[in-house]
């Protein structure tokens, strides 16, 4: 059974709307059936009105003018929220509040410094690859993390009344320091402080999606496809995010066709263009056009030729585009060069992409 200092956890939101008189008319009957069931949320919700009351005194001898009052009222607050905790619930509650936004400025900056890396990395993925949204400028978030970190570690120790523990990540607090100790963008230094970064990232929240997408794009950078392959899988089984689910599917099947692996290639394709994403989102255009040059490579012309065409007919705006990525494709313009026939036959039934 549970003391009377302690109240259910999914309930504590609801108790202090309903004592507060603020609760949703929806939630009441839920919320007093619970209470006569539950004794440990009944004595914290006596708790709670004790405490608005004696804050009640606090207000009426302040106005009055009672010092001795106001005193008094002070130490009996101060007293019921020693005697059951609140104020450290409250401070445990900021704590996770700004841990989680500890964990995105983390990815914020991972994802920066990778993208910084990657531009010196060669490679079609590391030449084509375009973030969503613009990175963030890693000096001044450097700075703002640095202030995030002190705020925890000041809250932390608020709430024990001693230093600030270390988290079970093991390396928030100790390696901090050394994470913001230098912005190095040059393509090693980057690319290493970037993973770092989101590991950190994944450490306080591991259903960060798009930390653990750019986590797996690193390793790709790096040359380590197998463990590209898992975290870019891992995304796309359990993301929530369905945008991130269909970005880890096209990333692995980037991952496949630059181990030439083209069958495999063109079913992560595939099924990211069976989803609706490309008619909600159509930056995942470059699912069609990859899906058409892996056919391509596959040798099958009239499925690359009909999904060449789709690309033209969806995205006339793109062409220019289109084309400048294509002629990226360093593999891709060595297989024309090489198979003729081929060629003429994309370039005479699909001209807008492939006359010279």
Request: net charge neutral.
């Amino acid at each position: 059974m549970k003391s009377s200092t302690q109240a259910c956890v999914t309930f504590e939101h609801d108790l202090n709307l309903f004592v507060d008189h603020e609760l949703a008319v929806a939630h009441l009957s839920r919320i007093t059936q619970h209470l006569e069931q539950c004794n440990g949320c009944r004595d914290f919700v006596d708790d709670l009105r004790t405490l608005s009351e004696l804050h009640h005194d606090v207000l009426d001898d302040a106005c009055e003018g009672d010092d001795r009052g106001d005193w008094g009222a002070e130490a009996a607050l101060a007293a019921v929220v020693d005697k059951h905790g609140l104020f450290a619930t409250i401070t445990r509650k900021l704590v996770v509040e700004k841990q989680a936004d500890l964990a995105r400025l983390f990815y914020e900056l991972g994802k920066a410094y990778v993208l910084a890396g990657n531009q010196g990395v060669s490679g079609i993925l590391a030449r084509s690859f375009v973030p969503v949204r613009k990175p963030v400028d890693i000096r001044s978030t450097t700075a703002r993390g640095k202030q995030l970190v002190r705020e925890v570690r000041e809250l932390e120790s608020s709430a024990t009344g001693q230093a600030a523990p270390v988290p079970e990540s093991g390396s928030l607090f100790r390696r901090s320091r050394e994470l913001f100790s230098s912005t190095r963008r040059d393509t090693g230094g980057a690319l290493t402080k970037g993973r770092r970064f989101l590991e950190e990232a994944l450490a306080l929240e591991p259903d960060l999606s798009e930390a653990r997408i750019y986590l797996a794009m690193h390793h790709q950078c790096t040359g380590r496809f197998d463990r590209a392959r898992v975290e870019f899988r891992r995304v796309y089984r359990e993301a929530a995010d369905h945008s991130h689910r269909m970005m880890a599917l096209h990333m692995l099947g980037n991952v496949y066709a630059g181990a030439g692996d083209f069958a495999r290639a063109v079913e992560c394709y595939e099924k990211v263009l069976d989803s609706d994403i490309l008619d909600r989102e159509p930056r995942f255009f470059a699912a069609l056009l990859n899906l058409g040059v892996n056919y391509a490579k596959l040798g099958r012309v009239d499925q690359a030729v009909r999904h060449f065409s789709d690309l033209v007919r969806r995205f006339p705006s793109r062409v220019p585009q289109l084309r400048t990525l294509l002629q990226r494709k360093e593999s891709f313009m060595a297989l024309l060069a090489r198979e003729a026939a081929l060629h003429e036959s994309l370039q005479r039934r699909i001209p807008a992409l492939f006359a010279a």
